[in-house]
């Protein structure tokens, strides 16, 4: 571990003003995931500029009908706050599906998009990772590759995202709310997190001097036809193999509009435009929801260990949405799935 | 024998200690000038420090030295120094900064000391190293051809090969536990502190202080009187703590080059370089005929150590202690790759080779159409056919009985996939269990205060077992006195000699020790009251009377008594103190062990595979249980190992690199609590006259031993899938 300079930042334009000064200092909200990687000596900032306690922790209604979460609410309260609960369900499942209860009380709603991936290589300086040290290549592409992607990858990096909460939002098609020095502007969720390209180590679009101030839901919350299902190696504190976050809306036994997207399977959360079109204005029957898992999975391709994952997608995909059709979503507290 | 405490569920003594922070590890002590120690570790399997430059780290403030294998003071350079008391009898151990020599991935290679742990960890960072990297092999299967055969006590019978060549029934298979790590709660540390007139005080986390403190005197060629160690209390060991580690060499080391007190804990990260539970490929093959009686046996067993020691316990021959069979012959072979030396882990030998034989016997049910409690019932073995000796007892049928009582197993239906509930599939599976019942000599000594309390005190280290507690039963029973009047002093060199802990022999070790020590107490007092006035216990002599309730009794006329505060007060004595060893001897004629039943229901989601081990019932037969609490707790801790040996726990090498991939707890998969579900614990009753004389088994490892294999079993039933690599992931099931 590598010894730091430790400032506070006042309000958002003096986070924004100290990030600019200081090209090499990172933010810290909860830290439940830098300060592991600094421990790791894979994240080395000379400074850490604490934002924690900057007045961005309220969940409020926007004028449109849907919310506006604040960057530092800790995970724990907002998969608990009585909105997401009775508005966004998936949401507070996604959230409750990940880590561990001390974890998300610690863990901020901004921290969380921002978490890096769990692949051991780059999690390992004595190895080499193009996340970690760009060029250096991926050891995981002929390596231990079981968690690793099957969509979006490419020959430089093959890590996947670690968020069960990202899943859900990509899902809600939140938007992000960012501030910089050319002033705020909002990114579309599914442009937040990039695809790994040649520029693996740069997972998301936030400006380098740019700070998360909120992420905001659009009132559609799928409140009655949802689902989020994780797939993982143990039944609780571990991370998904595969994930689904689930929206349904119906009318009668039919999909009027269809929202699926997964995690563990990409450098970002997953979704198909095609496949959820194929479910709309379709009957919700199992040769429905399979012929969309079809399509999503189209061309996936998996490495030497993960190539399960394929399958094993088909199959969490055609549950998660025979659970959100019927209004039977998953409980997390229950680990039998329904 | 009927006891006031001694098989009462008594709860631990130390507990409240433990809960309130009062209890002190090995990291927890502080001295004035305390300096603070940080490994640099290799990050290659096998080569050569070419160079090493720790120039930086040196001119970092706070850092007062930095020791490599150039300038580290002397330790000794002879083989024999470095074997501490349980290690390999063949091979060199490794010596911490010993050579240029890389040996495994994970070696100390550096050890930076500076005035705070922050200091000397960022010290770390600086320093360069230059390898020659030899490319170490860290693959099993791989080195395999390799493997050479290690001498195990069992002995051929008849032609195994032949008898299994023209069996009715043939099993033959392959099975594999992959490295497992101990990944004990606490951290190891040691604390090395000077104390006057040149002596070493060292706080270490071990399971056996005498052990440490003898290892450290023959490696820097310290005399015996100068040196203590202390481990009273210790966060979990599960054998990783038997032999001494590399972290109380550096922090000696340490001590000597600054002349001040060094602390060491190491980080989770380094904790996966040192034992382990070795990968073990067995090959299981059994011969029977259509009744379910076997033929033959044979089990071989492939197991890692390092490439300078050999470790190995016994994976094979399990099957003739449990199951008749006229041919039998095993082999154990080692494979030495470029990795620490394997060590004991729960049960060393039997986790893995039960789990093998286990699953095996339950595959042979299955090829016979047999009911895997039947076939076992058929084939059971009243004596060890090794020795062809009987049991001192062996109350396995009962385990049978009650174990499949409680589980309700008369309702199985034994196809495959033909139990369900709802989406998911149900399996019932079982496996037999079975350990050792050993004891050691060692020594204890009371003292036996005026006003009636009493100290006992020895070396043995407490390692979460309860100890502390099952001894302070035993003396206030045999002291006759109220259990808050006895208090007890452990992990503490300098207190009378003890084995370390481990293979389940501490309870029925101290047990003893303190029986014979109490004997003595017991005279004395005796001859005290015989002082007193017409005493009423005049004529008795010591054998026949007992110390109850604060008294000395004649067992023959219990209403003639005296008080043990009056005798010492009649006969002038303020203290009476007394050390006494147990000179023990293995009884002869006769082969003592432990045995279990474990029934295990798993349900699986049909469509996905998702695994719950809902339900354990473990029947053990261990002779008399001290305290059904604590004995409780260790079979339930040994049964969510076994959950977790089953589903979740695996090293994962990148083979390329040697090195290990998951080397952290959030990647090395032990059980969640959503993973754990009911467990039920039976004690049979198991009355044993032969083993010692207090009937004492042990049950620190026998919770661990079928639990993998019953739960193996229950998913083939459940899906009709075997999987014989551990762990077994959803991924396997869905191949």
Redesign the interface.
């Known amino acids: 571990?590598?010894?730091f300079d430790y400032v506070r930042a006042t309000d958002v334009a003096d986070a924004i003003r100290k990030i600019s000064a200081t090209p090499t200092a990172k933010f810290i909200a909860g830290g439940t995931n830098l300060v592991d990687l600094m421990k790791d000596?894979v994240e080395r900032p000379k400074t850490l500029i604490d934002i924690s306690r900057l007045p961005l922790d309220k969940v409020e209604k926007t004028a449109s009908g849907g919310l506006r979460i604040g960057a530092l609410v800790p995970n724990s309260d907002l998969s608990y706050h009585p909105l997401i609960a009775s508005q966004y369900p998936v949401l507070a499942s996604a959230i409750q599906a990940g880590a561990s209860q001390q974890l998300r009380n610690m863990a901020s709603t901004g921290g969380n998009l921002l978490q890096r991936t769990?692949c051991?290589?780059f999690?390992?300086t004595?190895?080499s990772c193009n996340k970690r040290s760009p060029g250096s290549g991926c050891?995981a592409l002929?390596?231990?590759n079981?968690i690793h992607a099957i969509l979006g990858w490419s020959p430089s990096c093959i890590a996947v995202h670690p968020s069960d909460m990202c899943v859900a939002l990509a899902m809600l098609e939140a938007k992000v709310h960012v501030s910089g020095p050319d002033g705020a502007r909002e990114i579309a969720f599914a442009d937040f997190h990039r695809l790994p390209g040649e520029t693996p180590h740069v997972d998301t679009n936030l400006g380098a001097h740019e700070i998360i101030t909120a992420v905001e839901l659009p009132p559609q919350g799928f409140a009655r036809h949802h689902t989020y299902i994780k797939?993982r190696?143990?039944?609780?504190?571990?991370f998904a193999?595969i994930a689904v976050a689930v929206g349904l809306e119906m009318e009668g036994d039919s999909i009027r509009e269809a929202r699926f997207a997964l995690g563990g399977v990409a450098h970002k959360p997953w979704r198909s435009s095609e496949a959820e079109a194929a479910l709309a204005g379709q009957k919700a029957s199992r040769e429905n929801f399979e012929k969309a898992a079809a399509i999503f999975l189209r061309d996936a391709k998996g490495f030497a260990h993960n190539g399960?994952k394929i399958?094993?997608a088909r199959?969490?995909i055609?549950?998660a949405l025979t659970q959100a059709a019927h209004g039977t979503p998953q409980v997390q507290a229950i680990?039998?799935?329904? | 024998m009927s006891t006031t405490y001694i098989g009462t569920p008594a709860s631990r003594v130390d507990g409240p200690a433990k809960v309130t922070g009062q209890a002190k590890y090995a990291a927890d002590y502080n001295v004035p000038g305390l300096l603070y120690g940080a490994v640099l570790s290799s990050?290659i399997a096998k080569g050569r420090i070419r160079r090493i430059d720790t120039r930086a780290a040196r001119a970092v403030p706070g850092v007062v030295d930095v020791l490599t294998h150039e300038n580290r003071p002397k330790m000794a350079e002879n083989d024999k120094a470095w074997k501490d008391d349980v290690a390999p009898e063949k091979g060199s151990p490794f010596r911490p900064l010993g050579d240029d020599r890389v040996l495994f991935n994970e070696q100390p290679v550096a050890f930076v000391i500076a005035e705070d742990w922050?200091t000397a960890?960022?010290a770390a960072?600086l320093i360069e190293i230059e390898y020659q990297n030899d490319h170490g092999q860290t693959d099993l299967e791989a080195a395999r051809a390799k493997a050479f055969v290690v001498p195990k006590p069992e002995k051929p019978r008849g032609d195994a090969a032949k008898a299994f060549a023209s069996a009715e029934i043939k099993h033959d298979a392959e099975y594999f536990i992959p490295t497992e790590h101990h990944n004990p709660m606490e951290l190891f540390a040691s604390t090395a502190v000077w104390e006057e007139g040149g002596k070493l005080t060292v706080y270490e986390k071990t399971q056996g202080v005498q052990n440490v403190q003898r290892f450290l005197c023959n490696v820097f060629g310290l005399k015996s009187e100068n040196v203590k160690v202390m481990s009273p209390y210790m966060g979990g060991g599960f054998g990783a703590g038997l032999r001494p580690q590399y972290q109380v060499v550096l922090a000696v080391l340490g001590a000597i080059a600054t002349k001040r007190p060094v602390r060491l804990v190491l980080t989770r990260q380094q904790m996966y370089g040192l034992g382990y539970r070795p990968a073990t490929i067995e090959r299981l093959r059994l011969g029977a005929k259509r009744d379910g009686s076997l033929d033959a046996m044979m089990h071989d067993a492939t197991a890692v150590t390092s490439s300078f020691e050999q470790f190995s316990r016994n994976d094979t021959g399990w099957g003739d202690l449990l199951y008749k069979a006229p041919n039998s012959k095993h082999t154990h072979k080692l494979a030495m790759l470029d990795v620490p030396t394997s060590s004991d882990m729960r049960a060393p030998g039997a986790a893995t080779g039960v789990y093998a034989l286990e699953s095996a016997m339950d595959e042979l049910a299955v090829a016979l159409k047999m009911d895997p409690v039947e076939l076992r019932l058929r084939c059971y073995s009243d004596k060890d056919q090794n020795e062809n000796l009987p049991y001192t007892s062996k109350n396995l049928r009962e385990c049978y009985e009650q174990g499949a009582q409680a589980f309700g197993w008369e309702k199985r239906n034994p196809a495959p996939r033909s139990m369900r509930d709802g989406?998911?599939l149900v399996g019932w599976g079982m496996a037999t269990g079975v350990w050792e019942a050993l004891q050691m000599p060692a020594a204890v000594r009371i003292a036996l205060s005026a006003n009636g309390h009493a100290e006992i005190s020895c070396a043995a280290s407490d390692i979460g077992t309860g100890t502390y507690t099952i001894m302070a039963q035993v003396a206030a029973e045999m002291l006759g006195l109220p259990i808050e009047n006895v208090s007890i002093r452990l992990g503490d060199s300098s207190l009378p000699n003890t084995p370390v802990e481990g293979g389940s022999w501490m309870a029925a070790t101290v047990s003893h020790a303190i029986l014979v020590t109490a004997n003595e107490i017991k005279g004395d007092l005796l001859a005290a009251a015989k002082k007193i006035n017409g005493s009423p216990l005049a004529h008795e002599n010591p054998e026949d009377v007992v110390l109850s309730d604060g008294s000395i009794m004649s067992r023959k006329n219990p209403s003639r008594t005296v008080r043990i505060v009056e005798a010492m007060r009649e006969a002038g004595l303020d203290r009476i103190e007394k050390e006494k060893t147990h000179q023990f001897e293995q009884v002869k004629g006769y082969v003592h062990n432990t045995h279990s039943a474990v029934f295990a229901e798993v349900?699986i989601?049909e469509?996905?595979?998702?695994i719950?081990v809902t339900r354990v019932v473990n029947a053990v037969a261990a002779g008399r249980i001290l305290n059904p609490k604590t004995a409780g707790s260790q079979i339930l801790g040994g049964v969510v190992w076994g959950i977790g040996m089953a589903?979740?726990e695996e090293t994962?090498y990148?083979h390329?690199?040697g090195?290990i991939?998951?080397a952290?707890i959030?990647?090395y998969?032990v059980?969640?609590?959503?993973?754990i579900h009911d467990i039920q614990v039976i004690f049979v009753d198991e009355p044993d006259g032969r083993v010692n004389p207090f009937g004492i088994k042990g049950v620190g490892e026998i919770g661990i031993v079928g639990a993998a294999a019953a739960i193996a079993n229950a998913i083939y039933h459940a899906t009709g899938v075997r999987v014989r690599d551990l762990p077994i992931?959803?991924?396997k099931l869905?191949?």
């Not at chain 1, 190696?233 to 571990?238: C, G, H, N």
């Not at chain 1, 680990?335 to 329904?338: E, H, I, Q, V």
């Open positions: 571990m590598i010894n000596d769990r051991a290589y999690y390992d004595a190895t050891s002929e390596g231990l079981r797939i190696d143990r039944l609780s504190y571990a193999l399960f399958d094993l199959r969490a055609v549950r680990k039998k799935l329904r | 990050t922050e960890r960022f960072t989406s998911e349900k989601d469509e996905i595979g998702v719950r589903l979740h994962a990148d390329r690199f090195r991939m998951n952290n959030a990647e998969h059980p969640a609590h959503a993973d992931t959803l991924d869905n191949r």
